[in-house]
């Protein structure tokens, strides 16, 4: 999903698959996902962007953050 926006944090930073493999190794429980979403969402809650982007913001929290999550449980052989 492509929310528009400068694309700085691309160059600089990487793409999805660089930001996934951040997370390998992290171990990520059910509990730490779910307060993961519920701040991420209060956050963008006190913005001044409306509720239906704010909705749509949150629903999609939800599906990568359990992708990302499960990504979290995987081992690199080697570290
Ligand atoms: C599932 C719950 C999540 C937890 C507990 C979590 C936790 C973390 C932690 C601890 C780091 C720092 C990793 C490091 O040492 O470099 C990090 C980095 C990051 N996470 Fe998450 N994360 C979660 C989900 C997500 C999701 C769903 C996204 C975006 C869709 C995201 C975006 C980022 C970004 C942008 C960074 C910084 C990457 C960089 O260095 O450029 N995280 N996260």
Do not use: C
Not at 18 to 27: F, M, P, Q, S, Y
């Amino acid at each position: 999903m492509n929310f528009g926006g400068p694309d700085d944090y691309l160059r600089e930073r990487g793409d999805l698959r660089t930001l996934l493999k951040r997370h390998v190794g992290l171990d990520i429980t059910e509990a730490q996902r779910a307060r993961w979403v519920e701040l991420t969402t209060a956050s963008a809650r006190e913005t001044d962007i409306p509720e239906t982007f704010v909705s749509i913001f949150a629903n999609y929290l939800l599906g990568t953050s359990r992708t990302t999550a499960q990504v979290s449980h995987l081992t690199v052989p080697g570290q």
